[in-house]
């Protein structure tokens, strides 16, 4: 089974790891999507003044801790690909092995 994530579903994602993380609400957590040709996708994320860049991983992370805890689905069966189109921004697409 695969299941995509658009660049919305991928900020709501990182929104609701770092509101846990810092325990703060999703709300209010912004994200700043960044692709470069060399390094990757990437993100900054914003919050009471202060900035974090995210790496693939850590958005990986953030998307199967979405996953698990929002939708029940279980990250240690998960395969999460991020990838950047012209077109459609920031996705994600994410395999389940059982």
């Known amino acids: 089974m695969k299941i995509y ?3 919305q579903d991928v900020a709501n994602a990182i929104c609701v790891f770092v509101a846990d993380l ?18 990757g996708v990437s993100c900054l ?3 009471y ?10 958005m990986s992370d ?3 801790f979405f996953l698990d805890e929002v939708h029940r689905f279980s990250s240690h069966s998960m395969e999460i690909i991020i990838h950047f189109h ?10 389940f092995t059982y």
């Open 5 to 7: 994530l658009n660049e």
């Open 22 to 39: 810092e325990r703060i609400r999703p709300e209010e957590v912004q994200i700043e999507f960044v692709f470069n040709e060399d390094e």
């Open 45 to 47: 994320v914003k919050m």
């Open 49 to 58: 003044n202060r900035n974090f860049n995210y790496g693939e991983q850590q």
């Open 62 to 64: 953030a998307i199967g």
């Open 86 to 95: 012209e077109d459609e921004g920031i996705t994600s697409e994410v395999s």
